[in-house]
C-alpha cells in the first residue's frame, strides 16, 4: 500500500518516474513496514518504520544496500540529492572532489563496510573498459611467448590463452594495479546521518550514502548512488557477568570474532530515505537503474570459443541387462581375532592379472597394527582364497605390468608416511621394497605424488618434475634414486594436472585445466593438445584419472557437470529432487579430434574407470550420494559410441572403489567396501589381449 500511496503522490505533483518496478536482475522492490520483520529490524521494528524489500518470487526479504545508476552528469545529481537530504535533516555532507581512480582499487577506501564489493565493482570497471582489459593483459604476452619457445604449450594454445586473459573481468591478485591509461579524476559526495535512541543511548542507526562520478567506469556521463544503513542495539546473548564467567570457569574467547559482541548490527534501508532519493531523481533527465548489488552493472564479454561443442551421449535405458554375482571380502580379509566391535574395510586399487587372479590394495579397521595392505585372491571350485602379500601403515596406488609380470604399488609404515615403491613378482610372488629418493626433497617423497608406470614399465612420479629413475630396480631395501627428466612448465600455464594412463615410451599425455596434452618423454615438449567441452573448469580432483588407448588411438579425461550444463533431454522428470551433479568422460579420437561425452550418471564423484585390453570398451563406475543412493556402473562401445549392455547394480552393496576388465576380456570385475563383483560379458562383447595389449583401470 505505501508503494501504492507513493506512486499516487508522485504522479499527483507530476514527476516521472525514473526507478523502475524491478531490479536489472529481475528482483521486485517495495516498502513494507519493520514491524513484520521483527527478527530482521530490530530498532526499525521498535519504532514502527518502514523500510525497503527485495522480493522474489514469493519470498521478501529486508534490503541492505541500495545502488542506483543515473545516466545524468554529476553536477546534475549531486545538488539534487543534497537538496533531498537536506530537507530531511540531520545530514553531514563531505565532498572530495578530483580524487583519483588511477588504482581500480582505490574505491575500497572510500565506500564504509563494502570491502567485499570493491572485487565486484572491479568487474564493473573492466568489463565496460576493453582497454583496461588489454592493458592487464598486455604483461602476460612476453610469458606466453616464451612459453611456446620453452616447448610448454603450442602457439595457438598461446593465442587463445592470451585472448581469454583479454576477455577477463577479473583482477585476480592484482589488487593495487594502477592504470597508466586511466587518470581520470572524479568527483564524489559522502553523505551520513547518526541517531541515537533510548536515554542511554544503546540503540542507534547510521545512514551513508556515497555518490560517485562514474563516467570514466561506463564511458558516458553515469553518476553512481550507493545507499546503506544500519541499526545496532545491545546482544541480548551478552552480558560483561557472562563473559567474566567464562575467564573464570577458562571458557573465555581469545580470539576475535569467536564469541559474542557487545552489540548486534541489523543492516537495513530506511524509506523515508529511499523515498527523499526517488524524488530528487524523478526531475533528473536520463535514465535510472536499480540493484542490490554492484554485479548487475557487469558488462558480458564472450571469452573465445575454442572447446568443441558440448554434445552428452546419455546411456541406452533399452539395452539388455546382464546380472552380477557377488562375493564377500570381510571373512577372507578382516583378522577373526579382530580386537574392533565393528571391523570394516576400505578397499583401493583393483587389479586382474592374467591367470585370472585378483590383486587389491584395502585399508582394515580391525585392531591390527598393520591396518593397510595388498591381496591376492584366487578362485577354485567357486571357493576364494586370500593371499596376503604386503602389510604397512599407508598403501597408495597400484599398478601392474604391460606383461602381466609385475605389480607395483607405493607403501608406508606406520612411523613413516608413503616412501617406498614396492614391487610383486606374480609368479615367484617375491616381494622387493625401495626407498626413493631424489635430490632436494624431504623425507616422505611419496607423500601426496601422483605416480602411474610410464611406457618403459617403471615409475614416473608427478612433482613439479617429472621423476624417472636413473637405475634399474634396485636390490631389496637399498635407495633407488630418480632425478627430473624435465620440469613441467605446462603446469605452471595450463593448471595442475594428472599424469594420463598411457603406456608409451617415447610420450607422457597429461591432462590439464582445459583439456589434455601429450609430451615428449624425454624434454617435455608439447607435441599436440586437445581441448575438451569443459564448462565452468569441470573438476578433475574428484574424476578418475585419464586413461587411454594406444592401441584403439584414443584417450578419456573425467568430467562433473551441473544439473544446469546438462541438456533439456538428459534431465531428470519433473519432480526429481536430486541434484546430484552428473559425471562421465570425454573420449577424444587422437585421429580426427572427435569427442565423445560418455555419461555415466548423476554423483558428486566417478569413482573408476577401466578399458579392455584393445580399447574397444571403457567402463565408467562411481557411487550415488546420500543414503539408499545406488551405484552405478557402465559399459561404453567407444567405436559405436553406445552402451550395448547394461550391467545391473541392484545387489552391489558398499562404495565402488575400483573397476578392471579379466585379460580374456570375458569378465569386468569392481570392488566395494567388503564386496567383489563380477559381470561375465558375452562372447560378442569380449575384447580379449593379444599381441602385447592389455587392460587398464583408473581411479582418484
Known amino acids: 500500500m505505501a508503494v501504492c500511496l507513493f506512486a499516487g503522490a508522485v504522479s499527483h505533483l507530476g514527476l516521472a518516474e525514473p526507478i523502475p518496478e524491478t531490479t536489472v536482475d529481475g528482483a521486485r522492490w517495495r516498502i513494507e513496514s519493520a ?20 522480493e522474489r518470487g514469493d519470498a521478501a526479504d529486508v534490503a541492505s544496500t541500495v545502488q542506483l545508476r543515473v545516466d545524468a552528469p554529476f553536477e546534475q545529481v549531486q545538488p539534487a540529492v543534497q537538496q533531498a537530504l537536506k530537507r530531511l535533516g540531520g545530514f553531514k555532507f563531505e565532498a572530495k572532489p578530483s580524487g583519483s581512480l588511477e588504482n581500480v582499487h582505490y574505491w575500497r577506501k572510500e565506500i564504509w563496510w563494502v570491502d567485499y564489493e570493491a572485487a565486484v565493482w572491479d568487474k564493473v570497471l573492466l568489463s565496460h573498459r576493453p582497454d583496461l582489459r588489454d592493458e592487464l593483459a598486455n604483461p602476460s604476452l612476453p610469458r606466453l611467448q616464451q612459453a611456446v619457445e620453452q616447448g610448454a604449450i603450442l602457439p595457438a594454445e598461446m593465442e587463445h590463452l592470451f585472448a581469454l586473459e583479454r576477455a577477463n573481468v577479473n583482477t585476480g591478485s592484482n589488487s593495487h594495479i594502477q592504470f597508466k591509461s586511466f587518470d581520470n579524476r572524479y568527483n564524489q559526495l559522502f553523505a551520513t546521518r547518526k541517531k541515537s535512541y533510548g536515554l542511554t543511548g544503546s540503540r542507534a542507526s547510521e545512514i551513508v550514502i556515497w555518490l560517485i562520478d562514474a563516467t570514466a567506469m561506463f564511458g558516458q556521463p553515469t553518476t553512481i548512488i550507493v545507499m546503506k544503513g544500519a541499526d545496532s542495539y545491545p546482544n541480548p546473548e551478552y552480558s560483561n557477568w557472562r563473559e567474566f564467567k567464562k575467564f573464570i570457569f577458562g571458557e573465555w574467547c581469545f580470539f576475535p570474532g569467536c564469541g559474542p559482541l557487545p552489540y548486534s548490527r541489523d543492516y537495513i534501508v530506511p524509506a523515508s530515505v529511499f523515498i527523499a532519493l526517488r524524488d530528487a531523481l524523478a526531475g533528473l533527465p536520463g535514465k535510472v537503474e536499480i540493484a542490490d548489488f554492484p554485479l548487475a552493472w557487469v558488462q558480458p564479454v564472450e571469452p573465445p570459443k575454442v572447446a568443441p561443442e558440448l554434445m552428452l551421449t546419455a546411456p541406452d535405458a533399452d539395452a539388455p541387462l546382464i546380472a552380477g554375482q557377488g562375493f564377500s571380502l570381510d571373512a577372507l580379509v578382516i583378522d577373526p581375532r579382530a580386537t574392533y566391535r565393528y571391523p570394516n574395510i576400505y578397499p583401493g ?5 592374467p591367470d585370472g587372479d585378483l590383486v587389491f590394495s584395502v585399508e582394515v579397521w580391525d585392531g591390527s597394527k598393520q591396518p593397510c595392505g595388498v591381496w591376492r585372491f584366487h578362485e577354485a571350485a567357486g571357493i576364494w582364497q586370500a593371499e596376503a602379500i604386503w602389510r604397512g601403515g599407508d598403501v597408495r596406488s597400484s599398478f601392474l605390468s604391460a606383461d602381466g609380470h609385475t605389480v607395483w604399488f607405493a607403501g608406508g609404515t606406520l612411523e613413516r608416511e608413503v616412501n617406498e615403491l614396492t614391487s610383486y613378482d606374480v609368479k615367484t610372488r617375491k616381494i622387493t621394497r625401495r626407498t626413493v629418493m631424489w635430490p632436494e626433497v624431504g623425507k616422505n617423497p611419496l607423500a601426496g605424488k601422483s605416480w602411474i608406470l610410464a611406457g618403459d614399465q617403471l615409475p614416473a612420479i608427478l612433482d613439479f618434475y617429472v621423476l624417472r629413475p636413473t637405475t ?7 635407495p633407488w634414486v630418480f632425478k627430473p627428466v624435465f620440469a613441467s612448465a605446462r603446469s605452471s600455464i595450463m593448471g595442475v594436472y594428472k599424469l594420463a594412463l598411457w603406456r608409451d615410451a617415447k610420450a607422457f599425455w597429461v591432462e590439464d585445466s582445459y583439456g589434455v ?3 615428449d618423454a624425454e624434454s617435455g615438449r608439447v607435441i599436440r593438445a586437445w581441448v575438451t567441452p569443459r564448462p565452468n573448469g569441470g ?40 541434484d546430484d551433479p552428473f559425471v562421465g568422460m570425454h573420449v577424444i579420437n587422437l585421429k580426427d579430434g572427435h569427442v565423445l561425452s560418455a555419461l555415466l550418471g548423476r554423483s558428486n564423484t566417478l569413482r573408476a574407470a577401466a578399458r579392455s585390453a584393445n580399447g ?26 553406445r552402451t550395448p549392455v547394461r550391467l545391473d547394480t541392484s545387489q552391489f552393496k558398499g562404495e565402488l572403489s575400483g573397476l578392471a576388465f579379466s585379460w580374456n576380456g570375458a569378465e569386468l570385475w569392481a570392488m566395494s567396501s567388503g564386496k567383489l563383483f563380477r559381470w561375465r560379458l558375452p562372447e560378442s562383447l569380449r575384447d580379449a589381449a593379444a599381441h602385447g595389449s592389455f587392460p587398464e583401470q583408473s581411479g582418484y
Open 517 to 519: 596434452a601429450e609430451l
Open 472 to 478: 634399474s630396480p634396485t636390490a631389496e631395501n637399498e
Open 539 to 578: 573438476s578433475m580432483w574428484h574424476v578418475a584419472a585419464p586413461i587411454g588407448s594406444p592401441e584403439a588411438n584414443w584417450i578419456a579425461t573425467g568430467f562433473i557437470y551441473n544439473d544446469g550444463d546438462i541438456p533439456p533431454a538428459l534431465r531428470p522428470i519433473p519432480g526429481d529432487r536430486n
Open 349 to 353: 586399487r583393483l587389479l586382474v592379472l
Open 35 to 54: 514491524t513484520k520483520f521483527p527478527k530482521r529490524a530490530v530498532v526499525a521494528s521498535g519504532r514502527k518504520e518502514e523500510i525497503l524489500l527485495w
Open 616 to 641: 574397444r570398451f571403457l567402463a565408467l563406475g562411481s557411487s550415488g550420494q546420500g543414503s539408499g543412493a545406488s551405484t552405478q556402473v557402465v559399459l561404453w562401445d567407444i567405436k559405436q559410441k
